[in-house]
């Protein structure tokens, strides 16, 4: 992957390859100006210097977006991005139950309020908000180190309308180069990528009706499913052969358990869809708002993109066949995982599981000139825990520091041997 080059004055220039990057700060033509993503400063300023057109691409995902620059056709960095909007809407939960069972137990015969509340325009919940500002920030990160000069968003995953009325657009849309891929992607999300039947996994699945057209099924999706090889449904091959023109009553007779989740999830309404949808407008807007010039693009066209050219389904591999694409040279190995990890919490103690206070928490968050979320590398020399540690830490008052690995928890680390990496910024990176 690229390395990221900003000139003395910090105006960003063309990324280079790792060889380059390594010979400059061989030589002290340039220094390290961030680790993650990796930044190079040059220590003399370019005058008036040339630099190529790039575009930023985002892939948004309910658990994980993919990101990538592209320049012309190479793409030239990668990363995936893991939101943290589970995380948030568990802490709201439990926030709202300690509040609830404090107010029945302090104020038990006060009168209930309602009404007093209001939303403002285009309020989003919290976790679907924090969706939306993690893409931003980054978005805005990359454009201060990149001289970006395009930004293509996959606008929409689904078209629910075209997936309840095909014609919608007019026969050209259902019979061009892109007819069935938004309503097989939508199947394949919505059974999992899983054989309905049987459960398969990696095999080629066929859409399948789960009341055969030959008994008067439709092909509205509600009616569909996915199975092994394509015709409508998510089955595999072998089961939708067995299947045939059977109604799923008899075909599933013995099977009384699976036939009812089967009909279930077949009855469950565009909402899966329309969640995945809910902050695209939002996204959209305030990416118009920074200037650049804007392409969208559907989850259909993405797949369609990358099926095309036989890469591999990841998060920012859909992210560079966002839009309008022809071939791509991808130059990029192992992507950036980003993981958001908030700023921490302003409670002032800890609660046991029933909501009881246990333990206070300090007000002070920095320790021995360390603040909780820090990167850093520990090098340790003596005592039980010899060797060298990596990770975001955990700070005390006492010194004795708490360092998250990849191979997990490393307690009791003491200050003296932890060196800064990078400063907290509410992620966690792995390359």
Known sequence: M????????????????????????????????????????????????????????????????????????????GAELTHRGFQIRDALTSRRQLRRSRRNRKTRYRKPRFLNRTRPKGWLAPSLMSRAQNILTWVKKLTRLCPVTGISQELVRFDTQKLQNHEISGIEYQHGTLYGYELREYLLEKWNRKCAYCGAVDTQLEIEHIKPKSKGGSDRVSNLAIGRRPRYANAC?????????????????????????????????????????????????????????????????????????????????????????ETLIIEVTHPLIITAKGHGTRQLCRTNKYGFPTRHCSRIKFHKGFQTGDIVRAVVTKGKKIGTYVGRVATRKSGSFNISTKSGLVQGVSHKYCQFIHRKDGYAYTN
């Open 237 to 325: 091959h072998p089961c939708n052969q067995a299947k045939s023109n059977q109604d799923i009553e008899l075909f599933l007779s013995k099977n009384p358990s699976l036939l009812k989740r089967i009909l279930n999830q077949a009855k469950r309404p565009l909402a899966d869809a329309a969640s995945v949808n809910t902050t695209r407008w939002k996204l959209y807007h305030e990416l118009k708002s920074i200037g650049l010039p804007l392409e969208v693009g559907s989850g259909g066209l993405t797949k369609f993109n990358r099926c095309r050219q036989n890469l591999p389904k990841t998060h920012w591999l859909d992210a560079a066949n966002v839009g309008k694409v």
């Open 2 to 77: 690229r390395v990221f080059v900003l000139n003395k004055n910090r105006q960003p220039l063309d990324p280079c390859k790792p060889a380059r990057a390594r010979i400059l700060l061989s030589s002290g033509k340039a220094k390290v100006y961030r680790r993650y993503p990796f930044t190079i400063i040059l220590t003399e300023e370019i005058k008036e210097p040339i630099t190529r057109e790039h575009q930023l691409k985002i892939d948004p995902g309910a658990k994980t977006s993919g990101l990538a620059i592209v320049q012309g056709k190479r793409v030239i960095w």
